[in-house]
């Protein structure tokens, strides 16, 4: 991995580290197992099916993938690839529990809509409101920043340590995030995506229903639209139907990676597990304005108001225009159709949730790969537009797609190629005694790091739920590689007065040495 500084804005990220393109995998890389997920369920399996298995099969990038598509008031195709864990070969089937990252905003914004239309805030409330003892610095004042704001990316608040806390280390309470909040970088004006935005939503959610943001989003969402699977809590999955993280070994074989998310790191703007078949139903109550099983599941106005532009920008992703964005949703098109949509990314997953209003069609792609397959939920859902809308000249247009797919992933191998090369040229021991860089660091922003001797000459350090075995850097000693984030190489640079360490740095934040806590 490279040791680039950690960027934590938002759950979006995508890591400078690739995993080698799976076309090269052995055992890993088998056809699955015979418990695999028959054949697409639905009228569409027969359109679908072919290129799905076909990209699947010669490609490989990914350990397992979900696809849910759903047309006006059907689910026409549903089904899983590949395997949930490699170790146990757990196939994916539509049941099996993916976690989604950012695709949990849409969930959040039209959860702050449903509180709107049932009276219990207004959107337009000021932060104040809710958390009077917010403050923000000059010139945002928590008078004039609005909810519709923070969930629309135009607060213009930014706070790496904010989402640091949330999205990983999970080390985090309600009083620390809101005292952090005064401490944040002030942006200019317009849409900025990020995550602090949704997790002081959140916070101001909290205490407008006296009970959490992850019981609203059950209450009002989870169990109306009957996803009985889904949940804003790790601690309530079924580790039995958990797809877990993969990346690549040394011998070019997936691996399952650590599962770093917890309760306490399952935040508002990126803290859902959720399965195809549950996902499925989301995007049918979003097609018909709430509407699931010939009932009104939602409320009509709710929905319309979280999928409604509230801020204009200008960007792309893969081939889906962005155009503006609402309470979750990015508005967008797809060779000039509306596109209404919200992907998600984080170490070992993807996610693509979409809708086409003016066509009545859905798509959810789920992944538990995020490197080498990075833009595989992209190609998925791209190809059921285009064949269920029934575009001409799919077969050279994929041929295509699929040629971009081995060329990512053949950049992905150069890569991690000299990556592993930069790591064997490295010290193979500590310059110091690991006495001398034991201890526990504190920083006021970010939190506790603590250093701790694995074995003998060997480090490893700790921040809230997460850890990493340590690597030496630099010959003196200053320098020491952590993979906190898995995928995601970082330096830990260490400041050394009188034989050992008084101070780190990691990820822009000065961590002090706590001498009270027994270091020597």
């Given at each position: 991995?490279?040791?680039?500084?950690?960027?934590?804005?938002?759950?979006?990220?995508?890591?400078?580290?690739?995993?080698?393109?799976?076309?090269?995998?052995?055992?890993?890389?088998?056809?699955?197992?015979?418990?695999?997920?028959?054949?697409?369920?639905?009228?569409?399996?027969?359109?679908?099916?072919?290129?799905?298995?076909?990209?699947?099969?010669?490609?490989?990038?990914?350990?397992?993938?979900?696809?849910?598509?759903?047309?006006?008031?059907?689910?026409?195709?549903?089904?899983?690839?590949?395997?949930?864990?490699?170790?146990?070969?757990?196939?994916?089937?539509?049941?099996?529990?993916?976690?989604?990252?950012?695709?949990?905003?849409?969930?959040?914004?039209?959860?702050?809509?449903?509180?709107?239309?049932?009276?219990?805030?207004?959107?337009?409330?000021?932060?104040?409101?809710?958390?009077?003892?917010?403050?923000?610095?000059?010139?945002?004042?928590?008078?004039?920043?609005?909810?519709?704001?923070?969930?629309?990316?135009?607060?213009?608040?930014?706070?790496?340590?904010?989402?640091?806390?949330?999205?990983?280390?999970?080390?985090?309470?309600?009083?620390?995030?809101?005292?952090?909040?005064?401490?944040?970088?002030?942006?200019?004006?317009?849409?900025?995506?990020?995550?602090?935005?949704?997790?002081?939503?959140?916070?101001?959610?909290?205490?407008?229903?006296?009970?959490?943001?992850?019981?609203?989003?059950?209450?009002?969402?989870?169990?109306?639209?009957?996803?009985?699977?889904?949940?804003?809590?790790?601690?309530?999955?079924?580790?039995?139907?958990?797809?877990?993280?993969?990346?690549?070994?040394?011998?070019?074989?997936?691996?399952?990676?650590?599962?770093?998310?917890?309760?306490?790191?399952?935040?508002?703007?990126?803290?859902?597990?959720?399965?195809?078949?549950?996902?499925?139903?989301?995007?049918?109550?979003?097609?018909?304005?709430?509407?699931?099983?010939?009932?009104?599941?939602?409320?009509?106005?709710?929905?319309?108001?979280?999928?409604?532009?509230?801020?204009?920008?200008?960007?792309?992703?893969?081939?889906?225009?962005?155009?503006?964005?609402?309470?979750?949703?990015?508005?967008?098109?797809?060779?000039?159709?509306?596109?209404?949509?919200?992907?998600?990314?984080?170490?070992?997953?993807?996610?693509?949730?979409?809708?086409?209003?003016?066509?009545?069609?859905?798509?959810?792609?789920?992944?538990?790969?995020?490197?080498?397959?990075?833009?595989?939920?992209?190609?998925?859902?791209?190809?059921?537009?285009?064949?269920?809308?029934?575009?001409?000249?799919?077969?050279?247009?994929?041929?295509?797609?699929?040629?971009?797919?081995?060329?990512?992933?053949?950049?992905?191998?150069?890569?991690?190629?000299?990556?592993?090369?930069?790591r064997a040229a490295r010290p193979e021991s500590l310059a110091l005694p690991p006495a001398a860089y034991v201890g526990t660091y504190r920083s006021p922003t970010?939190?506790?790091?603590?250093?701790?001797?694995?074995?003998?000459?060997?480090?490893?350090?700790?921040?809230?739920?997460?850890?990493?075995?340590?690597?030496?850097?630099?010959?003196?000693?200053?320098?020491?590689?952590?993979?906190?984030?898995?995928?995601?190489?970082?330096?830990?640079?260490?400041?050394?007065?009188?034989?050992?360490?008084?101070?780190?740095?990691?990820?822009?934040?000065?961590?002090?040495?706590?001498?009270?806590?027994?270091?020597?």
């Open positions: 991995m490279h040791d680039k500084k950690l960027r934590v804005r938002g759950l979006t990220i995508r890591t400078a580290f690739h995993f080698l393109t799976c076309a090269t995998l052995t055992t890993a890389c088998a056809a699955p197992p015979s418990g695999a997920s028959p054949p697409g369920r639905g009228s569409a399996a027969p359109l679908l099916d072919p290129f799905l298995e076909r990209m699947f099969a010669e490609l490989r990038l990914v350990p397992g993938m979900a696809v849910a598509v759903v047309r006006d008031t059907a689910v026409v195709y549903l089904r899983g690839f590949g395997v949930a864990d490699v170790s146990s070969g757990a196939p994916v089937t539509p049941r099996t529990l993916f976690y989604i990252a950012s695709s949990t905003k849409s969930f959040t914004g039209t959860a702050a809509a449903i509180l709107e239309a049932k009276g219990v805030w207004d959107l337009d409330d000021p932060l104040s409101r809710w958390l009077p003892e917010a403050s923000l610095p000059a010139p945002l004042s928590a008078d004039s920043a609005t909810l519709r704001q923070l969930l629309s990316h135009t607060s213009r608040i930014e706070n790496g340590a904010i989402v640091f806390r949330t999205a990983y280390s999970g080390e985090h309470d309600r009083r620390t995030l809101i005292d952090l909040l005064a401490q944040s970088d002030v942006l200019e004006p317009g849409f900025d995506y990020g995550n602090v935005g949704y997790v002081v939503a959140s916070l101001a959610m909290d205490a407008a229903s006296n009970g959490s943001w992850k019981d609203v989003l059950e209450r009002e969402i989870f169990a109306p639209l009957g996803m009985g699977r889904t949940s804003a809590n790790r601690s309530a999955a079924d580790d039995r139907q958990l797809a877990l993280p993969h990346g690549v070994d040394l011998d070019e074989r997936f691996e399952v990676r650590p599962y770093i998310k917890t309760d306490a790191n399952m935040h508002a703007a990126g803290g859902m597990v959720t399965t195809a078949e549950d996902l499925a139903r989301w995007l049918e109550a979003n097609l018909n304005g709430g509407r699931l099983d010939g009932r009104q599941a939602l409320p009509e106005a709710a929905v319309r108001e979280a999928q409604r532009m509230q801020a204009t920008t200008d960007a792309e992703f893969y081939r889906f225009a962005r155009e503006g964005y609402g309470l979750g949703w990015y508005h967008g098109r797809y060779e000039g159709d509306v596109l209404v949509h919200h992907f998600g990314n984080y170490p070992g997953f993807r996610a693509h949730v979409s809708f086409m209003p003016e066509h009545g069609l859905g798509v959810a792609v789920l992944t538990n790969e995020s490197a080498q397959g990075y833009f595989v939920p992209e190609v998925v859902a791209a190809y059921v537009y285009d064949r269920l809308r029934e575009k001409p000249g799919l077969e050279e247009k994929y041929d295509s797609a699929m040629a971009f797919l081995r060329n990512d992933a053949a950049r992905v191998r150069k890569s991690i190629e000299r990556d592993r090369e930069r970010s939190g506790s790091m603590e250093i701790r001797q694995s074995g003998p000459g060997r480090l490893e350090a700790r921040i809230g739920v997460l850890g990493s075995p340590m690597e030496p850097v630099d010959v003196g000693g200053r320098q020491l590689r952590v993979e906190l984030v898995p995928g995601s190489g970082a330096i830990v640079s260490f400041f050394i007065g009188a034989g050992r360490a008084d101070s780190l740095m990691y990820n822009g934040a000065v961590f002090r040495l706590d001498r009270s806590a027994g270091a020597t």
